[in-house]
T-cell receptor
């Protein structure tokens, strides 16, 4: 079974520029997550989609970050304009359909991440 | 609210030593508990999980028991190898709020030959 795919793996931009990241979840997984992982910290949830609807975006800085999952499959996360403090690894994860359920469906599977450096 | 607290690292051990990484949690409901591992240059991988009190998760020689009375999920391994060098994250998922994950800050483990 193919895992979660992300691209690019690395990106270097200057502050005030724009950047976009792409994620393709595991086939059949209804739920998709974007996390920000700053060096030395645990991942922080930015946004969670259930199919193509947003479940939770309370920690997404909406003045500069946006995300979409138009057909309920792959997703893009955009930052416009980027700031120095956005330097981090952006992780995408997916899970089967965990809302209200227990057991293996609540396990999240992570992609390799995109390392963003803002200069 | 929900949160996870991990012991701070870094942790350095000699090969074949015993490993314990402490993890405690705070949860409003009945969470599932996880340990994820992140090897250098790679994404997070699920190491083990437990979905209810007294469950024991195990994988690759690692174990952790879901202790509701002490709100803990400590990771243990009897004999570590150099290949276990990685960052370990304790996490909980809150089924009551759409499976939102809460991660600890991670514990870096280095195993020396």
């Amino acid at each position: 079974e193919a895992g979660v795919a992300q691209s690019p793996r690395y990106k270097i931009i200057e502050k005030r520029q724009s950047v976009a990241f792409w994620c393709n979840p595991i086939s059949g997984h209804a739920t998709l997550y974007w996390y920000q992982q700053i060096l030395g910290q645990g991942p922080k949830l930015l946004i969670q989609f259930q199919n193509n609807g947003v479940v939770d975006d309370s920690q997404l800085p909406k003045d500069r970050f946006s995300a979409e999952r138009l057909k309920g499959v792959d997703s893009t996360l955009k930052i416009q304009p980027a700031k120095l403090e956005d330097s981090a690894v952006y992780l995408c994860a997916s899970s089967l359909d965990p809302v209200g359920l227990a057991g293996p469906t609540d396990t999240q599977y992570f992609g390799p991440g995109t390392r963003l450096t803002v200069l | 609210g929900n949160s996870v607290t991990q012991m701070e690292g870094p942790v350095t051990l000699s090969e074949e030593a015993f490993l314990t990484i402490n993890c405690t949690y705070t949860a409003t409901g009945y969470p599932s508990l996880f340990w994820y591992v992140q090897y250098p240059g790679e994404g997070l991988q699920l190491l083990l999980k437990a979905t209810k009190a007294d469950d024991k998760g195990s994988n690759k020689g690692f174990e952790a028991t879901y202790r509701k009375e002490t709100t803990s999920f400590h990771l243990e391994k009897g004999s570590v190898q150099v290949s276990d060098s990685a960052v370990y994250f304790c996490a909980l998922s809150d089924r009551g709020t759409g499976n939102q994950f809460y991660f600890g800050t991670g514990t870096s483990l280095t195993v020396i030959p």
